[in-house]
């Protein structure tokens, strides 16, 4: 169990327009989802927390005008990049975390396969 | 704020040989949650382990092994008899109070496995 899947894996896109990224939970209902940034050979950087039904959270210096965030569902969870720059190029894994499943670590996130995102 | 250091920026280890990733922790929580992941070249994120701040057992999972010391702060990482697909960025991670919050990862270990 806990299998979270990230579309799409990778994608290019040109300066200015507007990607968006699933993540979804496979085989438990996700009411917390993480959304972290990668740069190349960095470490992970939360940018956003969000919780099914209601808005993210965002850390700071993260512009949530920019990286629009919907969890609308408990098994999906949309980071759209806006107006992307190349700047914004970078690896982004969403991670996701349960509270009921029993045989499902309730403390424990579990993280997508990543999109590696290119901004021309 | 919690805090998690990493101090070997990246090692290289002939394939047999050990290896212990370093992995020290600060928080001012007395309920937290140390973790292990692994990322291979493709990206993905493999969970390893986790340990809650009551258990100090050590671990051990086939060549892996944990030791975790409160006393230090650390919670340290050995692979036994190292082998080419080990090499891969090795994360501890740390998250606070009951539910994990506040989850933080350390800036990475790079382990290269040399045949």
């Known amino acids: 169990g806990a299998v979270v899947s990230q579309h799409p894996s990778r994608v290019i896109c040109k300066s200015g327009t507007s990607v968006k990224i699933e993540c979804r939970s496979l085989?438990?209902?996700?009411?917390?989802m993480f959304w972290y940034r990668q740069f190349p050979k960095q470490s992970l950087m939360l940018m956003a927390t969000?919780?099914?039904?209601?808005?993210?959270?965002?850390e700071q210096g993260v512009e949530k005008d920019k990286f629009l965030i919907n969890h609308a569902s408990l098994t999906l969870s949309t980071l759209t990049v806006t107006s992307a720059h190349p700047e914004d190029s970078s690896f982004y894994i969403c991670?996701?975390?349960?509270?009921?499943?029993?045989?499902?670590?309730?403390?424990?996130?579990?993280f997508g396969p990543g999109t590696r995102l290119t901004v021309l | 704020a919690q805090k998690v250091t990493q101090a070997q920026t990246e090692i290289s280890v002939v394939e047999k040989e050990d290896v212990t990733l370093d992995c020290v922790y600060e928080?001012?929580?007395?309920?937290?949650?140390l973790f292990w992941y692994k990322q291979p070249p493709s990206g993905e994120l493999v969970f390893l382990i986790r340990?809650?701040?009551?258990?100090?057992q050590n671990e051990i999972s086939g060549r892996y092994s944990w030791n975790f010391q409160k006393s230090t702060s650390s919670f340290n990482f050995t692979i036994t008899a190292s082998q080419v697909v080990d090499s891969a960025v090795y994360f501890c991670?740390?998250?606070?109070?009951?539910?994990?919050?506040?989850?933080?990862f350390g800036p990475g270990t790079r382990l290269s496995v040399l045949p």
């Open positions: 991670s996701a975390r349960d509270w009921g499943l029993a045989d499902v670590d309730t403390d424990t996130q579990y």
């Open positions: 085989d438990f209902q996700a009411t917390t």
């Open positions: 969000s919780n099914e039904g209601s808005k993210a959270t965002y």
């Open positions: 928080t001012r929580d007395t309920t937290y949650y």
């Open positions: 340990r809650n701040s009551f258990d100090e």
């Open positions: 991670a740390l998250s606070e109070g009951n539910y994990g919050q506040n989850f933080v």
